[in-house]
């Protein structure tokens, strides 16, 4: 089976939203420390501290939409069956991840200093956004 380069760009962005997923999950496992050292809204921490349902709830819609991303990008890529509303699917998260990739931008600008854990995270998603973006044109 010989693979198209948005394939398999499609690939690694699934490849990597489905280890993001597994990450966002074994964060409320891990405790408040997990989501601390995620960078999660105090609000999440504070949740996972107290034991309240905020914490779990939310993290499992994240790593759903996560999971729902290598869905997409698989299906695209033609590792599983076409989904519904794969085209329209695939540009709404290019953009989303692409945004996401885009909010380093000011922290390189202030003086608060690099938060090098925001600047990574934020390159990922730019390429996740990129490699759907590629996808995108291909379907």
Request: with cysteine; proline share 4%.
């Given at each position: 089976m010989s693979l198209s380069i948005q394939s398999k760009l499609l690939i690694s962005a699934g490849v990597i939203a489905f280890i993001s997923a597994i990450w966002h999950v074994l964060c409320i496992f891990g405790g408040p420390s997990w989501y601390a050292f995620a960078r999660a809204p105090q609000q999440i921490i504070e949740s996972s501290i107290h034991g309240t349902l905020?914490?779990?709830?939310?993290?499992?819609?994240?790593?759903?939409?996560?999971?729902?991303?290598?869905?997409?990008?698989?299906?695209?890529?033609?590792?599983?069956?076409?989904?519904?509303?794969?085209?329209?699917?695939?540009?709404?998260?290019?953009?989303?991840?692409?945004?996401r990739g885009l909010i380093a931008?000011?922290?390189?600008?202030?003086?608060?200093?690099?938060?090098?854990w925001q600047i990574v995270a934020s390159v990922i998603w730019f390429y996740v956004g990129v490699c759907f973006i590629l996808g995108s044109i291909k379907q």
């Amino acid at each position: 089976m010989s693979l198209s380069i948005q394939s398999k760009l499609l690939i690694s962005a699934g490849v990597i939203a489905f280890i993001s997923a597994i990450w966002h999950v074994l964060c409320i496992f891990g405790g408040p420390s997990w989501y601390a050292f995620a960078r999660a809204p105090q609000q999440i921490i504070e949740s996972s501290i107290h034991g309240t349902l905020l914490a779990p709830i939310g993290t499992i819609i994240v790593a759903s939409l996560m999971f729902a991303c290598t869905v997409f990008a698989f299906s695209a890529a033609g590792l599983i069956r076409k989904v519904s509303f794969l085209k329209p699917a695939l540009v709404t998260i290019a953009v989303i991840c692409t945004l996401r990739g885009l909010i380093a931008i000011p922290t390189f600008i202030t003086t608060s200093g690099l938060d090098i854990w925001q600047i990574v995270a934020s390159v990922i998603w730019f390429y996740v956004g990129v490699c759907f973006i590629l996808g995108s044109i291909k379907q």
